[in-house]
Nanobody, 127 residues
Framework: VQLQASGGGLVQAGGSLRLSCAAS????????MGWFRQASGKEREFVAA????????HYADSVKGRFTISRDNTKNTVYLQMNSLKPEDTAVYYC?????????????????????WGQGTQVTVSS
């Protein structure tokens, strides 16, 4: 599996963006997927995760109610819809996949649970 993130940009506070992460390979539909972010000078942090079947999602408290993770297994793509953006959401956003578990209903927030990463897309929210 290889991942390619896109959709970042500059937006004013209160605005919206939708990130996309396109995956190659035949196993995407079996995998848990996640979004992480890393602000300048800070550690990478969990944002959201979604199970292989879209049956389960999990969010960081800081984005709950504002961000929505989804996926389209027919298009090998996972999305992150970001609404009501705040300046503190400014970061490089990364999509990630966990290739070690197929059809897992358990969602993980730890970076170490994901072994494939996209290249990142910059999101900048101006005040």
């Amino acid at each position: 599996v290889q991942l390619q993130a896109s959709g970042g940009g500059l937006v004013q506070a209160g605005g919206s963006l939708r990130l996309s992460c396109a995956a190659s390979g035949r196993t995407f539909s079996r995998l848990m997927m996640g979004w992480f972010r890393q602000a300048s000078g800070k550690e990478r942090e969990f944002v959201a995760a979604i199970s292989w079947s879209c049956g389960s999602t999990h969010y960081a408290d800081s984005v709950k109610g504002r961000f929505t993770i989804s996926r389209d297994n027919t298009k090998n793509t996972v999305y992150l819809q970001m609404n009501s953006l705040k300046p503190e959401d400014t970061a490089v956003y990364y999509c990630a996949a966990d290739r070690s578990r197929y059809y897992s209903g358990t969602l993980y927030t730890a970076i170490a649970e994901y072994d494939v990463w996209g290249q990142g897309t910059q999101v900048t929210v101006s005040s």
